[in-house]
């Protein structure tokens, strides 16, 4: 199991952390571009990058020089050595860097683990710890499986771009496999393959995702939120924010 001993949400950061020693950290870049050093090593991450450090590598971060940044960091310790010994990146002793095809997914569940953790609602230890654990479950597992043909990856990514900028129009399998040339049926097994989700739950997920940024950064309502997102009326936004965030939107206000 885990011990988390803080989940932290940064939004455009203005101050950096000193070289340090510490627990072990798991990172997840949201927006932007940051820089770590882990020891003498200097990483730059970007959107959609993970990051592993164990508690005894020196670490240290600051803004990029050239663009901003967001990030999820889970500070934590281990309890046992189960999962820690069971997992290929954590029990090397050493940083570990990875780059998610699925960058939706990952912000919707560490965005979950921050409102459990912070929101202190009955069982939020224990629902936190499954979080944590099932984010460096799916990490090993991402990392471990056999990666698809270059023509699939092509494809899936032709498919998630086109979805990146469509997400607020409601979005067909038929009109999918048109763009991709490919069948219908084959849009959804092709892409789950790839991605490891559904055309359409990586559509609601960057929905919701997008729904978390614009209750915390600006004056719109729910409504108005579930509104421009293309949802067909509040209550059906509430079913899905709820659905993939754990909460209602209200919690979030």
Same mark, same amino acid.
């Given at each position: 199991m885990v011990n988390i001993q803080g989940v932290y949400h940064d939004v455009n950061p203005k101050w950096s952390i000193g !070289?340090?020693?510490?627990?072990?950290t798991l990172v997840y870049v949201s927006q932007g571009k940051v820089m770590y050093w882990i020891n003498d090593e200097c990483l730059e991450l970007e959107k959609g990058e993970i990051l592993y450090i164990p508690q005894a590598m020196n670490r240290a971060w600051e803004n990029h020089p050239d663009e901003w940044h967001?990030? =999820?960091?889970?500070?934590? #310790?281990?309890?046992?050595?189960?999962?820690? !010994? /069971? #997992?290929?990146?954590?029990?090397?002793?050493?940083?570990?860097?990875f780059k998610t095809p699925n960058a939706p997914y990952y912000e919707q569940r560490f965005s979950t683990l921050f409102i459990q953790f912070l929101g202190g609602?009955? =069982?939020? $230890?224990? *629902?936190?710890?499954?979080?944590? /654990?099932?984010? #460096?479950?799916?990490? &090993?597992?991402?990392c471990s499986e056999q990666r698809t043909t270059p023509a699939k990856e092509r494809i899936a990514r032709e498919i998630q771009e086109y979805l990146l900028c469509n997400f607020r129009r409601n979005v067909t399998i $038929?009109? #999918? &496999? &048109?763009? &991709?040339?490919?069948?219908?049926?084959?849009?959804?097994?092709?892409?789950?393959e790839v991605?490891?989700?559904?055309?359409?739950?990586?559509?609601?997920?960057i929905r919701i995702n997008t729904a978390l940024n614009l209750l915390n950064n600006t004056? *719109?309502?729910?409504?108005?939120?579930? $509104?421009?997102?293309? =949802?067909?009326?509040?209550?059906?936004?509430?079913?899905?924010? !709820?659905?993939? *965030?754990?909460?209602?939107p209200s919690h979030i206000v």
């Open positions: !070289k340090d020693r510490g627990c072990d967001q990030k =999820y960091t889970v500070v934590f #310790l281990w309890e046992g050595q189960s999962l820690e !010994k /069971s #997992l290929h990146f954590t029990k090397q002793n050493t940083f570990f860097r609602r009955p =069982y939020f $230890e224990l *629902m936190s710890r499954y979080v944590l /654990s099932e984010l #460096l479950t799916l990490i &090993a597992q991402e $038929e009109e #999918l &496999a &048109a763009l &991709a040339g490919i069948s219908p049926n084959y849009v959804t097994v092709l892409f789950r991605v490891g989700n559904t055309p359409i739950q990586y559509l609601h997920q004056q *719109m309502s729910i409504s108005e939120i579930a $509104e421009y997102l293309g =949802y067909c009326d509040q209550s059906y936004f509430n079913r899905m924010f !709820k659905k993939w *965030m754990g909460v209602a």
